[in-house]
């Protein structure tokens, strides 16, 4: 068991930098570092997002060094390493040499650009030609695969690269790929294998999915070396992964060769294993010790660049144009499904950025020392006072925002939905832009509640939302979340460090030798901070306008599947 003196380092890849905390065995972070990583794009594409495992380790080595400065901890104090990381596609030889993904013809040799990142929509056909499959895997995916998963792009891949050097490659969900690079063992995770590389909970690869599509030389006789292995060559979460650090990995992160390394979490995953564990202060009384079972009420909401939903359930639940059911993804013999927004705090920041008025906003906060968010706020609250309404959803009832610009992930799963406003006046003020600001965070709080109403009509019970990522800061935002789903929101102690916490969890479970779920729960309990309970308190009338406006939200959806189906009759 771990001790006091104990101390965890966790790993988070996000999608523009690379965090590592130091935490000790009770949760508290002694050090934390962060480093920018680089995303490449294709002005030509909009649909292209790359990066690479050598920019990205280069950068993990940097800030594992910097928390180990700062906090002055001995390195054999440091028991365990744990990561998580985007669900981007990483792409080696067998030596481990970064292969290039770019399309062109260096495509398949080794190169620095080896991640198709999460974001990246190139395999549209691919996911197109999966999704006419009707395979059982689909099954297991909401009954439609998204072209963010890993087997469109493998197949983009196959489509775009020379046979002989398509062979030669590993295909990684990034995670795996950190832990492979801290300890030459290429095992996979159930987590990465199951949520987004079609491995069949209980069943396993799918020879005939895999053949079916043009995958068949993944299949390697039954080996699945390209891919991680056959099903005992995966693991759950936190499982130590090979003999812990290889030498070369431990002199590179300035830790002891040997130290403990977890199998990894994608990052929304070990969100949710860093906040849906909180005992949260409610009548200033700390709430008691939660149960296992009390996880399945409990959805973890990890919202940054785009939002993820992830509950658990002891059985698994299918729910239509929501991910999973996904067993062993983070405890052995438990279920997950993941809801998700492709874009949620890309597009707050699209909306804010390319408005006409954002200079004179950037202006306006740096002349009254405020961030940005706090002079929209101020423009609100005497746009309100001057239309004599009492609260900012009465300011905008009569604007309507469906907000999926970068496609829907879930519950339609439909990359070719596109954002709307309908309401608009011809204005360019930044009393607009403030307008506009508002109506991104309802729309998004809207379609939260379409998620959660999806997963509860399906079998869930979900009666809170545990938050982290950057959007927990956003009070207002939160406020929403609760007043639009009906719901209390917990917000955690630091919401950015929720994740990264997350990974560290996975260190501590695999330096202690954990394999069941409840002492993986009490674990997180353990190591997770109090946070703070949101609890609804819209107005009768606001609540009504939010219920009238998700109604209208739902009519935005069929509307929109309507039109389209109306020209592309129009157009055959």
């Not at 054999?76 to 030596?95: M, N, P, R, Y």
């Not at 992160?253 to 929304?268: P, Q, R, Y």
């Not at 991910?323 to 707050?348: C, R, V």
């Not at 002079?375 to 609260?391: E, G, H, P, R, T």
């Amino acid at each position: 068991m771990s001790a006091e003196t104990d101390f965890y380092i966790g790993v988070d890849v996000g999608t523009g930098s690379a965090r590592a905390c130091l935490v000790t065995s009770k949760g508290s972070i002694r050090a934390s570092n962060t480093q920018d990583t680089i995303t490449w794009r294709d002005p030509h594409d909009h649909r292209i997002f790359e990066q690479s495992t050598t920019d990205i380790w280069s950068k993990i080595c940097i800030a594992v060094k910097k928390v180990l400065e700062d906090s002055k901890v001995d390195p054999a104090a440091v028991k365990g390493i744990g990561f998580d990381a985007t669900c981007s596609l990483a792409v080696a030889d067998f030596q481990g040499n970064p292969v290039t993904v770019t399309r062109g013809h260096d495509i398949g040799k080794v190169g620095t650009r080896n991640i198709i990142l999460w974001a990246d929509h190139r395999a549209e056909e691919e996911a197109g030609l999966i999704n006419s499959t009707k395979s059982i895997v689909l099954n297991y995916v909401g009954g439609t695969m998204s072209l963010e998963m890993e087997v469109p792009k493998m197949l983009w891949l196959k489509k775009h690269m020379d046979p002989a050097l398509f062979s030669r490659c590993q295909f990684f969900d990034l995670p795996d790929y950190f832990t492979y690079k801290c300890t030459d063992n290429n095992t996979r995770s159930f987590c990465s294998t199951t949520c987004k590389c079609s491995f069949v909970p209980d069943k396993g690869w799918q020879e005939d999915f895999f053949t079916s599509i043009g995958l068949e030389e993944l299949v390697d006789g039954g080996e699945w070396r390209q891919i991680g292995g056959a099903k005992g060559r995966i693991q759950a979460a936190g499982t130590p992964v090979g003999k812990g650090l290889t030498r070369k990995a431990a002199d590179e992160l300035g830790l002891k060769e040997g130290t403990a390394v977890g199998s990894g979490l994608i990052d929304a995953y070990a969100g949710w294993m860093g906040t849906v564990g909180a005992r949260y202060m409610e009548n200033g009384k700390l709430s008691g010790f939660p149960s296992l079972d009390e996880s399945r009420h409990r959805l973890a909401a990890v919202a940054g660049t785009s939002t993820c939903h992830i509950v658990q359930s002891k059985d698994g639940i299918f729910v239509k144009g929501v991910w999973g059911p996904y067993k062993d993804a983070a405890f052995p013999n438990w279920w997950m499904n993941e809801g998700g927004q492709s874009s949620t705090g890309q597009l707050i920041d699209f909306i804010i950025t390319t408005h006409a008025a954002y200079p004179e906003l950037k202006e306006r906060a740096k002349q009254e020392n405020k961030n940005i968010h706090q002079v929209l706020l101020d423009i609100l609250k005497k746009l309100s006072a001057d239309n004599q309404v009492d609260s900012f959803t009465a300011l905008m009832k009569d604007v309507h925002f469906y907000p999926d610009f970068h496609g829907n992930r879930s519950p339609i799963a439909d990359p070719r939905m596109r954002g709307a406003i309908v309401g608009l006046e011809l204005d360019a003020s930044i009393n607009d832009l403030a307008r506009k600001y508002y109506l991104t965070l309802e729309a998004i709080s809207l379609q939260t509640r379409h998620i959660v109403s999806s997963l509860n009509a399906a079998g869930h019970d979900v009666t809170s939302i545990y938050m982290s990522g950057g959007q927990a800061k956003n009070a207002t935002m939160m406020q929403l979340f609760a007043d639009t789903c009906g719901i209390p929101v917990v917000l955690p102690m630091n919401g950015g460090e929720a994740v990264v916490l997350g990974a560290a969890m996975l260190a501590r479970i695999a330096s202690d030798g954990i394999i069941q779920a409840e002492d993986m729960w009490r674990v997180m309990v353990e190591m997770t901070p109090p946070g703070t309970l949101v609890a609804p308190s819209a107005s009768p009338k606001d609540k009504k306008i939010l219920d009238a406006k998700y109604k209208i939200f739902l009519e935005m959806i069929d509307i929109q599947k309507r039109w389209r189906s109306q020209l592309e009759e129009a157009t055959r």
